[in-house]
């Protein structure tokens, strides 16, 4: 059996991430998308285990301490990570993953995995990474400031990933994201065709 592929979605807060990510998901088959653990607190229509796994700051520290996770990072006063087991096993069960994970996060795992993809996700501008930000409703106007003061170091890593999109018409960006999917598939060596190429060569 192939086994799936690994993409790692990295962006600004208020880029579009998690949006593209969630139509994506909806438009293909045979990926899923990673769950990480956090220890900040959900917001309105946030579910446990749906969008994150809500854990204590305590929790998360014993499971650093266990190694349970691929990649782990502090955001605004927060912890993220990403469980190792699961990606690992999703992976070996020949389903694609996505991570949607910072920079930093991003840099841990492909040091672990070389052979994933990664794809960073800009805004069209910073006029309107503020706009989507005040949208949201979720954040104080300093917090806002703060949140558009790291993005702008945030987005200078656009440099590390393997492809760019700009998320200036959604649509358009999902199907980019769309393609780099599909394509990476086809790239060589094929993962699982070697039957058939062993056929047809014979």
């Known amino acids: 059996m192939a086994t799936g592929i690994l993409f790692i979605i990295s962006a600004p807060s208020g880029a ?3 949006s593209l990510v969630a139509e994506l998901l ?11 653990h956090t220890t900040r607190d959900s917001r309105p229509g946030e579910v446990d285990a749906v969008n994150y796994h809500f854990t204590s700051r305590e929790q998360f520290i014993e499971m650093i301490e266990q190694g349970a996770f691929l990649e782990h990072a502090e955001v605004f006063g ?20 996505i991570l949607e994970i910072d920079w930093q996060g991003a840099a841990q795992v492909r040091k672990l995995f070389p052979e994933s993809t990664s794809i960073f996700i800009l ?12 949208k949201r409703g979720q954040d104080d106007a300093e917090v806002i400031e703060k949140r558009v003061a790291a993005a702008t170091d945030e987005m200078s890593h656009y440099v ?10 959604f649509d358009r960006a999902l199907q980019q994201m769309m393609s780099i999917v599909s394509a990476q598939h086809c790239r060589l060596p094929v993962s699982g065709q070697e039957a058939l190429i062993s056929d047809l060569l014979a």
């Not at 699961?86 to 993953?97: H, I, N, P, R």
């Not at 069209?124 to 005040?134: D, F, G, I, N, V």
């Not at 590390?160 to 018409?169: G, K, S």
């Open 160 to 169: 590390e990933a393997d492809f760019l999109v700009v998320n200036d018409d």
């Open 123 to 134: 805004p069209p501008s910073k006029k309107a990474l503020r706009e989507r930000l005040h």
């Open 16 to 18: 579009g991430k998690t």
């Open 26 to 36: 909806n438009n293909m088959n045979n990926i899923k998308a990673s769950i990480s």
């Open 78 to 97: 927060n912890f993220y990570g990403t469980s190792q087991q699961w990606v690992a096993d999703t992976l070996a069960s020949g389903e694609d993953v």
